[in-house]
């Protein structure tokens, strides 16, 4: 891991260094991380944080990854650039600036890694950069392409610049709150279907608005507009606690932290989106406690059968009533046909 100045990482914490010192003093305690919404993509501190507690004996950890300090022993070199809280708290450009601090810091940040020598023997393959935020490293990105990438999903990037191949998606920190004491079963929650938030989205959240006006006044199903405002994570956290399923639908990005809150809740996710890459899916079956349905079928193929028009077109809800009862016809002909074996009269014999 690079020993990236403060102002990389922790010091966008507001953490501030005593002397020499770039990284805090684990066994002093650990710099608070803002809550609400900003937690979700929290990935480059937790992972920051667990590289460099594998150098304090008293920390208690599991050891899938230890920092060395020789290059040359690592299997990949860590960048440590908060890059999702850079782009949060700093992406804004004051009166007084050309730049904002968030795309200043990124042109350092390339600056500073192309040049080191383990960037140049390898080309930047070896090397971890972190970009959750969808819109992080907006900048960064294009020059660090090489690099793995560990990103929510691919819906901002081009495949040239950020791959499955190559890069890991990781799954976002959940806001809800975990349900610990879950004594529940199935049958004994009581709403069938929850989502709650924002309800109109750019990109790919149509299908939010389409379901939104098929479920809103369907019995047993929760579906509004929420936020993280006014208790707002409290309250979602109740409402998937004692639901069945729960709606993970594409906003502005194929993902959403939503899919993390239900299985955090223990509740069923429904998967509705095209284009969406899970954590860990070369080991993990999602299907096994997941249902996916397509946003094309939705927008595509289920939409038109509830349009009730005139004149009537191929695929509306006129013409699939149409095809509906011609389907039960050859059943009313088979019932018709047995109905009459034995209704009419006998032929007669008349050989005598």
């Not at 990935?43 to 304090?56: C, G, H, M, N, R």
């Not at 040049?115 to 490293?137: I, T």
Request: net charge positive; proline share 6%; hydrophobic share 35%.
């Amino acid at each position: 891991m690079y020993d990236l100045p403060p102002e990389f990482h922790f010091e966008l914490l507001d953490w501030k260094a005593k002397g020499n010192s770039v990284w805090p003093d684990l066994t002093a305690g650990v710099p608070h991380y803002p809550g609400g919404l900003n937690l979700q993509h929290s990935i480059e501190y937790w992972l920051t944080l667990d590289l460099l507690a594998s150098e304090v004996p008293e920390i208690p950890r599991a050891s899938s990854a230890i920092r060395v300090h020789n290059s040359s022993e690592a299997d990949v070199i860590f960048v440590p650039f908060f890059s999702s809280l850079s782009y949060n708290r700093y992406s804004k450009v004051n009166p007084h600036q050309k730049k904002s601090k968030n795309r200043m810091l990124q042109e350092k940040l390339v600056k500073f890694v192309i040049s080191q020598k383990e960037w140049k023997r390898s080309g930047g393959r070896d090397h971890v950069v972190l970009a959750h935020h969808p819109n992080s490293m907006l900048f960064a990105r294009m020059k660090l392409w090489s690099a793995m990438f560990i990103l929510s999903d691919f819906g901002r990037y081009p495949p040239t610049i950020a791959n499955v191949d190559k890069d890991v998606i990781a799954p976002y920190k959940h806001i809800i709150k975990r349900y610990t004491d879950d004594s529940s079963n199935f049958n004994s929650r009581p709403t069938l279907l929850y989502f709650q938030g924002a309800i109109y989205r750019k990109d790919g959240g149509f299908a939010r608005q389409e379901l939104f006006y098929l479920l809103k006044d369907e019995k047993d199903v929760h579906f509004q507009f929420g936020s993280v405002q006014k208790d707002g994570i409290n309250k979602a956290s109740r409402g998937m606690h004692s639901s069945k399923f729960c709606l993970n639908i594409a906003g502005d990005t194929p993902s959403s932290n939503r899919l993390f809150d239900a299985i955090a809740s223990h509740r069923v996710p429904i998967i509705i989106g095209d284009d969406i890459e899970l954590p860990y899916e070369d080991v993990l079956d999602y299907s096994r406690f997941c249902v996916f349905v397509r946003t094309s079928m939705l927008s595509k193929e289920v939409e038109n059968f509830f349009e009730f028009q005139y004149p009537s077109k191929q695929g509306d809800a006129i013409q699939m009533i149409w095809k509906a009862i011609s389907r039960k016809v050859p059943a009313i002909r088979m019932k018709i046909n047995k109905a009459r074996r034995y209704a009419r009269s006998p032929i007669r014999d008349d050989r005598g």
